[in-house]
Nanobody, 125 residues
Framework: QVQVVESGGGLVQPGGSLRLSCIASGFTFSNAAMNWYRQAPGKEREWVARLITSGGNTNYTDSVKGRFSLSQDNAKKTVHLQINALKPEDTAVYYC??????????????????WGQGTQVIVSS
C-alpha cells in the first residue's frame, strides 16, 4: 500500500524559513512525480511545486519561485520543500501528492496521485 506522510509545518514569523518533508512509500520512489499543494483558509487547493524524481527536474508556481526549493533523498524516500522568506499569504495546509510514473505502477486510481494528511504552516507576527 502507498503511504504519504508530510511533516515540518509550524508557526513562523514573516521572513522566516521552514523545511517540509514528505516521506512516500509503497511504490518506486525514484520514478515518480512528487507534488506539493497548499490550501489556505477559504481558498481552493493550489499546486505549488513538483519534483520528478527520475531526473530531479523541478517546477514551481510563479508566486513561490525564488523562495521555495525542492530536493530529494532516494535512500529515505523523502522529498523536501525548503521554504524561505515566508509571507503571511503562504499560510496554508501543505499537502504532498505522489504520482507513481513507473509503467507497472500506474493505475486508474493513481493518476491523480496519493495524498498525505497535510501539515499546517502559519506565517504570522
Amino acid at each position: 500500500q502507498v503511504q504519504v506522510v508530510e511533516s515540518g509545518g509550524g508557526l513562523v514569523q514573516p521572513g522566516g524559513s521552514l523545511r517540509l518533508s514528505c516521506i512516500a512509500s509503497g511504490f518506486t520512489f525514484s520514478n515518480a512525480a512528487m507534488n506539493w499543494y497548499r490550501q489556505a483558509p477559504g481558498k481552493e487547493r493550489e499546486w505549488v511545486a513538483r519534483l520528478i524524481t527520475s531526473g530531479g527536474n523541478t517546477n514551481y508556481t510563479d508566486s513561490v519561485k525564488g523562495r521555495f526549493s525542492l530536493s530529494q533523498d532516494n535512500a529515505k524516500k523523502t522529498v523536501h520543500l525548503q521554504i524561505n522568506a515566508l509571507k503571511p499569504e503562504d499560510t496554508a495546509v501543505y499537502y504532498c501528492n505522489a504520482i507513481p510514473l513507473r509503467l507497472s505502477e500506474i493505475r486508474r486510481d493513481s493518476v491523480g496521485g496519493y495524498w498525505g494528511q497535510g501539515t499546517q504552516v502559519i506565517v504570522s507576527s
